[in-house]
């Protein structure tokens, strides 16, 4: 009897060490590093109204035939405003087409944000209800993706791209998907 009581008192103990143990573990883990399914599969159709051009339309296949950035953004997005000059340096060093898809954003807001800071796009297509970012698996504004010449996602960064993950993770890779053409 007295064996079960000391038991009694142990469960609660245990769950606690438990718990806390499972919260340090997820405390350690890098927020940014959130796994995609999409990795090495073809990247999700879309086809969406040209910001810039409402009665044409971007579609994933305008990206086939070279290794290409997929830039999820928004107007209202402090993430995006953070990247921009390094995606309008991508842009005038030709290393890679940028593509973009405008989410959950206003078109009028979206056009005037370009014009003010730079369009380092080669197309946006906007995806104001996020058909597209569900599709994609988009957490949140910024996200990019590698798509490789073949339409494949081969790469997925979420929150704003530095230098040191364009130079670090990104070139490396672009460089070996453009030698595979």
Not at 88 to 110: C, F, H, Q, T
Not at 117 to 145: L, Q, W
């Amino acid at each position: 009897m007295f064996f079960i009581k000391k038991i009694k008192f142990f469960i609660p103990v245990f769950l606690f060490v438990g718990l806390v143990l499972v919260f340090a573990i997820g405390l350690d883990r890098d927020p940014g590093e959130v796994p995609s399914v999409f990795i090495d599969k073809p990247a999700p159709s879309f086809n969406l109204p040209k910001l810039l051009a409402p009665k044409e339309q971007l579609k994933n296949t305008d990206m086939l035939g070279q290794v290409s950035l997929l830039n999820i953004w928004g107007s209202w997005c402090v993430g995006c405003a953070q990247e921009h000059e390094l995606l309008m340096m991508i842009a005038r060093e030709g290393v890679v087409p940028i593509y973009g898809i405008n989410w959950k954003d206003d078109r009028s807001d979206a056009i005037s944000w370009l014009n003010r800071f730079g369009n380092p796009y080669k197309s946006v297509g906007v995806d104001r209800n996020n058909y597209t970012g569900i599709d994609y698996g988009v957490y949140g504004a910024p996200e990019t993706f590698i798509i490789d010449s073949v339409g494949f996602i081969r790469y997925k960064h979420i929150g704003p791209l530095t230098r040191d993950i364009w130079f670090d993770e990104f070139v490396p890779l672009i460089e070996s998907l453009k030698a595979e053409i």
